[in-house]
């Protein structure tokens, strides 16, 4: 069934990983999973400290030559009464102001306890959501 947008982003919240989509700037799609949070329409995710073979991600790079993305988290089961996917499309931009990434990174830090101990310490991707959609093959109990 078609997911309201309220409940398409209400279960892209609470998954614990997305995938963000960008496009560079000959047309070529980049996909990769990433830690993110969730504050009503806009969707962040930081450059974190984990090993990464250069900071000049191509994420980062893509972004700036097309901010047009999409973010994605799903849930497979066996059972496929309980799957579901939400995606959510976009504009992003990349913030590298401390002081407008203080708020979005005690977010992070608050989902992700690995934040806490290490946080951030690169750009941070905004994303300003325009819409969101989903699916799910049920409603979930006490929905």
């Known amino acids: 069934m ?18 963000l989509a960008t496009v560079d700037e000959a047309g070529r799609p980049h996909l990769v ?3 993110f949070t969730v504050e009503r329409d806009r969707v ?3 450059v974190d400290r984990k090993p ?3 900071r000049e991600l191509k ?6 030559a097309n901010p047009a993305v999409a973010v994605l988290a799903d849930h497979y ?7 579901w996917w939400v995606r959510a499309d976009g504009a992003a931009e990349i913030v590298t102001d401390p002081r407008e990434m203080a708020g979005p990174l005690e977010l992070l ?9 290490e946080p951030p310490d690169g750009p941070l991707i905004v994303i300003t959501v325009t819409r969101w959609t989903g699916w799910a093959a049920s409603t979930p109990a006490g929905a």
């Open 77 to 83: 089961d066996d059972d496929w009464n309980r799957l």
């Open 33 to 35: 999973p990433a830690t």
């Open 109 to 117: 830090a608050t989902r992700y306890p690995q934040y806490r101990a």
């Open 52 to 54: 990464k073979n250069t």
């Open 59 to 64: 994420r980062l790079r893509n972004v700036q």
């Open 44 to 46: 962040y995710t930081a």
């Open 2 to 19: 078609r997911l309201s947008g309220d409940a398409a982003r209400g279960r892209f919240a609470a998954a614990r990983i997305m995938r």
